[in-house]
């Protein structure tokens, strides 16, 4: 699915009149294309690891694209210029809201007043997203035991990609693949900057993220004696505005 979304951007350049040229299988070491990538004003690719090497390599400014935030992940790409998640400029502060009420808007649930558990997500241990974090499972660890002294009933949930061990935590292990039955078990989720707490904020469950650059800062707590339901139309107008389909 990635490279149909590849094709229809290169479509959409050359249709305004830009050159775009194809690197499919380029060796990023060759002195050839090392001496190339400052001459160009823009590169794109896939996945944000791709991206830094290019900018360490000189390139000016760097398009990455990457799975979107809300809905189908696969239907969705998101588009945001040198970073990834909230470190990404998506030039998005002051679009409409004609994208999010097509598309996002209505089916938006209430914020929750009820559920069983706090729902910690974990994460991949070596994804980008966690670059501020300077020990994500010592993070992990501290977070539960500081909610289990609150006396709240910890529910973890292993990221489906991450294979290592998060350590020991005292807490119970949820075996459900489906994500959406424990959200809908809990009152609130937990996560240093997962994307889940897109899908728990626009499902109308609170989230605590710990990222400056987690997507959902500006509808999260970062503090877990204190849960937040703040209005989401100017959150949900800008995410909109992060993703896009092939048309």
Known sequence: PQQDYVIRLKQAVRA???????FPNVLESDPAFL?????????????????KRLK??????????????????????SLGWDD??????FYNKYVAADRWDKYWRYQMKPWKTDGDNVLICGQVITDQSLSDCDDYKTWLRD???????????VVFRRHPLETEDYGILDVYVSQDKDIYADLNRCKA??????????????????????????????????????????DREDWGRKLAYTQWNLD
């Open 143 to 153: 977070t539960c035991n500081i909610l289990i002294s609150r006396g709240e009933n």
């Open 56 to 77: 360490d390599m000189g390139a000016k400014h760097v398009l990455i694209m990457e799975r979107g935030y809300l809905g189908d992940r696969n239907a969705w790409v």
């Open 84 to 89: 990834l998640n909230g470190q990404a400029n």
């Open 16 to 22: 305004d009149g830009h050159e775009a040229l194809d």
């Open 189 to 230: 989720m937990v996560a240093w900057s997962s994307t889940t707490s897109v899908v728990a904020a626009y499902n109308g469950i609170p989230s605590f993220v710990f990222s400056k650059y987690a997507m959902t800062n500006e509808v999260s707590s970062n503090d877990l004696s204190k849960i937040v339901t703040p």
């Open 35 to 51: 001496a190339f990538v400052n001459t160009l004003d823009i590169i794109v690719v896939w996945g944000v690891a791709k991206a």
